[in-house]
């Protein structure tokens, strides 16, 4: 019998926790083309001084985006979402976290468990303080998006019902089976498309081009092309020689 919490999973599926640096099987990551690619736990503690909090303390200040220019973070419950099926329960984590993200600048953020589609705008809630009137989300260019597919297909049926009026953080939402694509053009652009699936018509419903925000500052821009002109220069020294 089932003994221990996620007993099947960790049995049936294998995770490469160990090459990087985790000490469990539930929170890790993974390098993959240009992207580094984070995986939290929703469900393993994660406040101040617990193990997955200080490896992702760790984590992400190992992450190279000269080497990785895209940095995703992967996890169950979403921070942000507008639906009343499991509405605030990635709440706790958002406020361990977010910090970190805005501060790291994490591109994506996805999650699943909502059964429906919702992306927010890059946003964050750092500032949250009921007293001085600071609690809801703001614009903030160095915050990630965050992507809600939990629509993949389940027993269980759509999760239908969104608050109402649709909050300002969200740009796009919609209580529908359907997948996304993520195409990682270059380190400063990518291509994301979610297609509902139950239309048939292979036009995108939802449809944006993602910057990368790390990348975004004229100083980096600057110091990206200057190591190329140096690259190129050296390359030409030595076919010369």
């Known amino acids: 019998g089932e003994t221990s919490t996620f007993k099947p999973y960790l049995h049936r599926y294998s995770t490469p926790y160990l090459a990087s640096k985790s000490s469990s099987p539930m929170w890790y990551a993974v390098r993959r083309a240009s992207a580094h690619i984070i995986v939290l736990s929703s469900y393993s503690p994660f406040v101040k001084y617990t193990p997955q909090w200080m490896?992702?303390?760790?984590?992400?200040?190992?992450?190279?985006?000269?080497?990785?220019?895209?940095?995703i973070v992967l996890m169950h419950a979403p921070m942000y979402n507008s639906n009343d099926a499991h509405y605030m329960e990635g709440e706790s984590m958002r406020a361990a976290f977010e910090k970190w993200f805005v501060k790291y600048k994490v591109d994506l953020v996805f999650a699943g468990h909502v059964h429906a589609y919702e992306r927010s705008y890059r946003i964050s809630n750092i500032n949250y303080n009921v007293t001085s009137g600071n609690r809801y989300p703001v614009p903030d260019k160095s915050a990630p998006v965050y992507i809600t597919v939990g629509d993949g297909g389940n027993q269980e049926g759509l999760a239908w019902r969104f608050s109402d009026p649709q909050p300002d953080y969200s740009a796009f939402r919609e209580a529908s089976y359907g997948h996304?694509?993520?195409?990682?053009?270059?380190?400063?652009?990518?291509?994301?498309?979610?297609?509902?699936?139950?239309?048939?018509?292979?036009?995108?419903?939802?449809?944006?081009?993602?910057?990368?925000?790390?990348?975004?500052?004229?100083?980096r821009r600057r110091r990206l092309k200057k190591k190329h002109l140096r690259y190129e220069s050296l390359e030409g020294l030595m076919s010369m020689l």
Not at 55 to 71: I, M
Not at 209 to 216: C, D, G, K, L, R
């Open 55 to 71: 490896w992702l303390k760790g984590e992400l200040k190992r992450v190279d985006r000269e080497k990785t220019p895209w940095l």
């Open 180 to 219: 996304s694509t993520l195409q990682l053009v270059n380190r400063t652009h990518a291509v994301y498309q979610w297609n509902r699936n139950d239309d048939g018509k292979h036009v995108p419903t939802d449809n944006v081009v993602f910057h990368n925000q790390y990348w975004a500052s004229n100083t």
